[in-house]
C-alpha cells in the first residue's frame, strides 16, 4: 500500500515561497512518477507538476513555468514543489499522487494514490 503524505502548506504574503514535501511510503514508493495537483475554491482540480522516475523528465503547467520547481529525493523518498514569487490565485489545496508508473500521466484519471492535501494561501 502506498502512502503520500504532504506538508509545507500555509499562509504566506504574495510575492513569498513556500516549499511544499510529499512524503511516500510503501512498496517501490520511490520508484514511480509523482505529480502535484492543486484545488482553488470552486475549481476544478488541475496539474502543477510531475516528476518522472524512469528519466527525471519534469512538466509543469505552463502557467507556473519559472516560479514552481519540482525536485525529488530517492533517499528520503520525498518530493518537494518549491514555490517562489507567489501570487494569490496560487491559494488551493495543493495534493501529491502517484499513478503507480515511472513516467508522468497526462490523465489525472490515471492517478490512483492521493495525500490528503495542504492548504496554501497566499494573502496579505
Known amino acids: 500500500q502506498i502512502q503520500l503524505v504532504e506538508s509545507g502548506g500555509g499562509l504566506v504574503q504574495p510575492g513569498g515561497s513556500l516549499r511544499l514535501s510529499c512524503a511516500t511510503s510503501?512498496?517501490?514508493?520511490?520508484?514511480?512518477?509523482i505529480a502535484w495537483f492543486r484545488q482553488a475554491p470552486g475549481k476544478e482540480r488541475e496539474g502543477v507538476s510531475c516528476?518522472?522516475?524512469?528519466?527525471?523528465?519534469?512538466y509543469y503547467l505552463d502557467s507556473l513555468k519559472g516560479r514552481f520547481t519540482i525536485s525529488r529525493d530517492n533517499a528520503k523518498k520525498t518530493v518537494y514543489l518549491q514555490m517562489n514569487s507567489l501570487k494569490p490565485e496560487d491559494t488551493a489545496v495543493y495534493y501529491c499522487?502517484?499513478?503507480?508508473?515511472?513516467?508522468?500521466?497526462?490523465?489525472?484519471?490515471?492517478?490512483?494514490?492521493w495525500g490528503q492535501g495542504t492548504q496554501v494561501t497566499v494573502s496579505s
Open positions: 516528476i518522472s522516475s524512469e528519466d527525471g523528465s519534469i
Open positions: 510503501g512498496v517501490l514508493s520511490d520508484y514511480y512518477a
Open positions: 499522487a502517484t499513478d503507480q508508473s515511472t513516467w508522468c500521466s497526462g490523465d489525472e484519471g490515471d492517478y490512483d494514490y
